[in-house]
T-cell receptor
Framework: KAGVTQTPRYLIKTRGQQVTLSCSPI?????VSWYQQTPGQGLQFLFE???????NKGNFPGRFSGRQFSNSRSEMNVSTLELGDSALYLC????????????FGPGTRLTVT | KQEVTQIPAALSVPEGENLVLNCSFT??????LQWFRQDPGKGLTSLLL?????REQTSGRLNASLDKSSGRSTLYIAASQPGDSATYLC?????????????FGAGTRLFVKA
């Protein structure tokens, strides 16, 4: 069974631009969560989607948004990029919400210049 | 607000040594606790998942315990090998019918010397 895939793997953007990252969960998994990882803040929860609905959101500004499609694939969007948005963005999928094991993708490395 | 702390921040041991990584959390109302390893520049690999009703889980040379009442978990690695060198992350899952989220500790960087 294929693992969680994320595209693109690397991205370089300029301040003020916007970016869309994609995540394809493991087949059959319906919950997708997104995380931002930086050297200073570590791994921080961005949002969680289940059945095409955003179920929970972390403490990030409204520039960070996302959505989930009917096939459980998810996208996250960051508008008006800032230098501080440079990070590794990780996506994780699980069978459902709650007590299920999370499986992570390889991440998208975003660099904002 | 849930806070997850991992001690030590870094650890260097000779090959073959048994070691314990510690994780503590401030709010015991958790769904589960999961241990991950992360190699430099890579995503996370799940090692062990302990449900809130469980006390421990084992996989090969790894054993993780959970004490919800004291807000503590430990990851025991037996007979460490150079290939175990990585950052180990502890994560607690919490939530309710309104949604679910995972809170991570800062990790323990482990180096196993050959």
């Amino acid at each position: 069974k294929a693992g969680v895939t994320q595209t693109p793997r690397y991205l370089i953007k300029t301040r003020g631009q916007q970016v869309t990252l994609s995540c394809s969960p493991i087949s059959g998994h319906r919950s997708v969560s997104w995380y931002q990882q930086t050297p200073g803040q570590g791994l921080q929860f961005l949002f969680e989607y289940f059945s095409e609905t955003q179920r929970n959101k972390g403490n990030f500004p409204g520039r960070f948004s996302g959505r989930q499609f009917s096939n459980s694939r998810s996208e996250m969007n960051v508008s008006t990029l800032e230098l501080g948005d440079s990070a590794l963005y990780l996506c994780a999928s699980s069978l459902r919400e709650g007590q299920y094991e999370q499986y992570f993708g390889p991440g998208t490395r975003l660099t904002v210049t | 607000k849930q806070e997850v702390t991992q001690i030590p921040a870094a650890l260097s041991v000779p090959e073959g040594e048994n070691l314990v990584l510690n994780c503590s959390f401030t709010d015991s109302a958790i769904y589960n606790l999961q241990w991950f390893r992360q190699d430099p520049g890579k995503g996370l690999t799940s090692l062990l998942l302990i449900q809130s009703s469980q006390r421990e889980q084992t996989s090969g040379r790894l054993n993780a315990s959970l004490d919800k009442s004291s807000g503590r978990s430990t990851l025991y690695i037996a007979a460490s090998q150079p290939g175990d060198s990585a950052t180990y992350l502890c994560a607690v899952g919490e939530g309710n019918t309104g949604g679910f989220k995972t809170i991570f500790g800062a990790g323990t960087r482990l180096f196993v010397k050959a």
